[in-house]
């Protein structure tokens, strides 16, 4: 397989974020090609959505296929992977479906509605043999590679504190409002808090113990502070649905080490602080998360690597992470010891 050719399935809010990755691929010549759209909704293909991490209009391709049924596009259409941006309550469903279609899978985050789902999808994968990565595309971002490369290394000594923060309104764009019913989208805590409790495992594993606090709003889960405790260092996390509609979305950390602190400012870019120097722009180690999860993903196909970067096994012990952090919450936020069952 010289190129690997890709199905987008729904074609809502951050499917046009994937959507300029793949635009931005073409022009790097990537060995990808995005051959078709599936949305059940056909005015979804040329409709405008502003979302939180805001995507510029996009129009199709005249010779772009396009489909409202995925069964029809697995009949017809001739692709190797699936990247799925289907609302969460569909991901297990379809996700299943597409790999024992024999094709790949990309399924955006957050895996699954529950983590006993996200092992049906573990099982999927090994017994077609397709491979499958989830969406956890801060593991692809420029700032949050900066502060991954400051931990590993030491290179500004131990760090000793890191909060990080996603605030939003709640959303309001998404198909049939599943965002605001929480059987569908598992609320903010599992929506959007999750990308910080993945991000906390990518930089330092599994926490010994967690606690956290939450309240409901419109939605259940619609604000949460999370404490994840580990040996050396306490990480502090904050997730709402709950801000005024209108205020900027904030997306941010703010990590101390012994010697230096790291920020990420609000475009994206990481700002280094040192005692008595002036503050400084780090340079860009990826350009698009989003392309660059795509990209990493269809090189681990095309060149039969492993995923070392964002396994599924990983987003799924996220999403058990998560599924802790709402015991805590319904014991008022105690502390409780933590282990990866
Ligand atoms: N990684 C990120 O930064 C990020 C950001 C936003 C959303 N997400 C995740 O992406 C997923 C999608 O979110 P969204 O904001 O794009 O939602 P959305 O509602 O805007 O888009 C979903 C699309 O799926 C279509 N759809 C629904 N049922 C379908 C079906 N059976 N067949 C084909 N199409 C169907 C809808 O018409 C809609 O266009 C969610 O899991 C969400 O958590 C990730």
Redesign the pocket.
């Known amino acids: 397989m010289k190129e690997l050719k890709i199905a987008l399935?729904?074609?809502?809010?951050?499917?046009r974020?994937h959507y300029a990755g793949y635009t931005l691929l073409k022009q790097k010549n990537a060995p990808l090609s995005l051959v078709a759209v599936?949305?059940?909704?056909p005015d979804?293909l040329t409709r405008e959505?502003k979302?939180n991490?805001s995507t510029k209009p996009v129009t199709l391709p005249s010779d772009m296929h396009t489909y409202t049924d995925?069964d029809a596009l697995i009949a017809n259409e001739d692709f190797d992977m699936a990247d799925i941006?289907?609302?969460?309550y569909?991901?297990k469903e379809y996700t299943v479906k597409l790999l024992r279609a024999g094709k790949h899978v990309l399924c955006?985050?957050?895996m699954a509605l529950t983590s006993a789902e996200c092992e049906e999808m573990l099982v999927a994968s090994r017994e077609s043999g397709k491979k499958l990565m989830i969406?956890q595309?801060l593991r692809f971002d420029t700032s949050y590679l900066h502060l991954k490369d400051a931990i590993d290394s030491g290179k500004y000594g131990k760090l000793k504190a890191l909060t990080m923060n996603r605030l939003s309104a709640l959303?309001i764009?998404?198909?049939e409002q599943?965002f605001r019913n929480t059987s569908k989208s598992g609320g903010c805590i599992l929506?959007m808090h999750i990308?910080d409790i993945d991000m906390a495992r990518f930089l330092l594993g599994e926490p010994e113990a967690v606690s956290t606090v939450s309240y409901d709003g419109e939605t259940r889960w619609q604000w949460e502070n999370t404490r994840l405790f580990y040996k050396d260092v306490i990480i502090s996390i904050n997730g709402s649905w709950d801000e005024t509609r209108g205020t900027a979305f904030v997306a941010d950390f703010r990590a101390v080490f012994e010697k230096a602190t790291i920020m990420r400012a609000p475009d994206g870019h990481a700002v280094l602080w040192q005692e008595n120097e002036e503050p400084v722009d780090l340079p860009k180690i990826t350009e698009y998360c989003y392309a660059e999860e795509i990209h990493y993903f269809a090189k681990t196909i095309l060149e039969e690597l492993p995923n070392t970067v964002n396994s599924p096994e990983s987003a799924c012990a996220t999403v058990k992470l998560v599924e802790a952090l709402r015991e805590s919450a319904a014991q008022d936020g105690q502390k409780r010891p933590y282990v990866l069952q």
Not at 85 to 88: H, N
């Open positions: 399935i729904g074609f809502g809010g951050i499917a974020a599936c949305d059940i909704n979804q959505i979302i991490t995925v941006c289907l609302p969460t569909l991901h955006e985050k957050p969406g595309c959303p764009w998404g198909f599943w929506d990308h």
